[in-house]
């Protein structure tokens, strides 16, 4: 992501013909007539055979219009799973978690960011079931993005550094509108490098009467698969983590937290040729947030 995730941009890929704005959703009954799931209760070792969610569907989409394959910088040539993207070997889909969540995500998404297997968007949309994916682009926006940022279920915030807003579309915190205190809080995530998610915030009219999020997060990224500058950016994962403990879903923030953990942990097994450790630090984290959420449930 941006917030930044800044890492070094792959091009390895040429540029769709006709838009690249596409919009999934897969609403959160639809996830729980899949796998239903105790109101407050992670469920960590999951049915893996849930349905395709936003950002599969949207990285689908965008293979379709691919006039050439995307080539993953390393292990391009290995065989990866439709699901997690990782190695079968190394197969996460086992162990996605769920966690009902009030708050809903919308990534808006740079054109390749979908097809990188380190994207942690995906780990978003596999936990939240609330999560909306679109491509982004400057010249033309998708209908059914200026429909969910019309929806009165939702009151959306973009979620970007304060320095670049006017200050008073600056929040710190997520207060329910008095107005309409039932309104869900819709976090809108640009998900893509960090030049990338200054163009989406800069050349989107759509987002500009919209409160700005600023996150003044008390530790640095933990993040290990792509490389930044900046020890301020952090991953769209962990802004998604930080937004959630900001609108006081706690348990959902440190189960996406522990999920990140655990992703980062298979990956770079694939990636030295090593074996998974099932009981790795990284897979007792997530173990433990299952046990906080089932003695709070």
């Given at each position: 992501?941006?917030?930044?995730?800044?890492?070094?941009?792959?091009?390895?890929?040429?540029?769709?013909?006709?838009?690249?704005?596409?919009?999934?959703?897969?609403?959160?009954?639809?996830?729980?007539?899949?796998?239903?799931?105790?109101?407050?209760?992670?469920?960590?070792?999951?049915?893996?055979?849930?349905?395709?969610?936003?950002?599969?569907?949207?990285?689908?989409?965008?293979?379709?219009?691919?006039?050439?394959?995307?080539?993953?910088?390393?292990?391009?040539?290995?065989?990866?799973?439709?699901?997690?993207?990782?190695?079968?070997?190394?197969?996460?889909?086992?162990?996605?978690?769920?966690?009902?969540?009030?708050?809903?995500?919308?990534?808006?998404?740079?054109?390749?960011?979908?097809?990188?297997?380190s994207n942690t968007g995906w780990l978003i949309a596999d936990m939240v079931a609330d999560?909306?994916?679109?491509?982004?682009?400057?010249?033309?926006?998708?209908?059914?993005?200026?429909?969910?940022?019309?929806?009165?279920?939702?009151?959306?915030?973009?979620?970007?550094?304060?320095?670049?807003?006017?200050?008073?579309?600056?929040?710190?915190?997520?207060?329910?509108?008095?107005?309409?205190?039932?309104?869900?809080?819709?976090?809108i995530l640009l998900d893509g490098t960090w030049s990338e998610a200054r163009k989406m915030?800069?050349?989107?009219?759509?987002?500009?009467?919209?409160?700005?999020?600023?996150?003044?997060?008390?530790?640095?990224?933990?993040?290990?698969?792509?490389?930044?500058?900046?020890?301020?950016?952090?991953?769209?994962?962990?802004?998604?983590?930080?937004?959630?403990?900001?609108?006081?879903?706690?348990?959902?923030?440190?189960?996406?937290?522990?999920?990140?953990?655990?992703?980062?942990?298979?990956?770079?097994?694939?990636?030295?040729?090593?074996?998974?450790?099932?009981?790795?630090?990284?897979?007792?984290?997530?173990?433990?947030?299952?046990?906080?959420?089932?003695?709070?449930?």
């Amino acid at each position: 992501m941006w917030y930044a995730t800044c890492l070094e941009k792959r091009t390895r890929i040429v540029n769709l013909p006709g838009p690249k704005s596409a919009v999934h959703h897969i609403s959160q009954h639809a996830c729980q007539r899949v796998a239903p799931v105790v109101a407050g209760a992670v469920r960590p070792w999951t049915d893996n055979r849930r349905m395709p969610h936003a950002v599969s569907q949207l990285r689908a989409d965008r293979l379709t219009h691919s006039v050439k394959p995307f080539l993953a910088r390393r292990g391009s040539r290995s065989p990866r799973c439709a699901g997690c993207r990782l190695l079968p070997s190394h197969c996460l889909c086992g162990l996605r978690p769920m966690v009902p969540t009030r708050a809903g995500m919308c990534l808006l998404m740079a054109d390749i960011e979908p097809l990188k297997p380190s994207n942690t968007g995906w780990l978003i949309a596999d936990m939240v079931a609330d999560t909306y994916a679109f491509g982004w682009a400057r010249t033309e926006v998708d209908p059914a993005l200026l429909a969910l940022l019309a929806d009165p279920q939702w009151q959306p915030y973009v979620v970007f550094p304060g320095e670049y807003a006017a200050p008073e579309r600056v929040v710190h915190a997520v207060q329910p509108d008095a107005a309409a205190p039932a309104r869900r809080p819709l976090f809108i995530l640009l998900d893509g490098t960090w030049s990338e998610a200054r163009k989406m915030f800069g050349k989107s009219p759509y987002l500009a009467g919209l409160p700005v999020l600023s996150l003044e997060p008390d530790r640095a990224s933990a993040y290990r698969l792509r490389r930044s500058r900046r020890n301020d950016h952090f991953c769209t994962s962990e802004v998604a983590a930080l937004c959630l403990a900001l609108a006081g879903e706690t348990v959902a923030a440190e189960t996406l937290n522990a999920y990140l953990d655990v992703f980062t942990y298979h990956y770079l097994q694939a990636r030295n040729q090593q074996p998974v450790d099932p009981d790795s630090p990284a897979h007792q984290r997530l173990r433990e947030a299952a046990e906080t959420s089932a003695a709070l449930a």
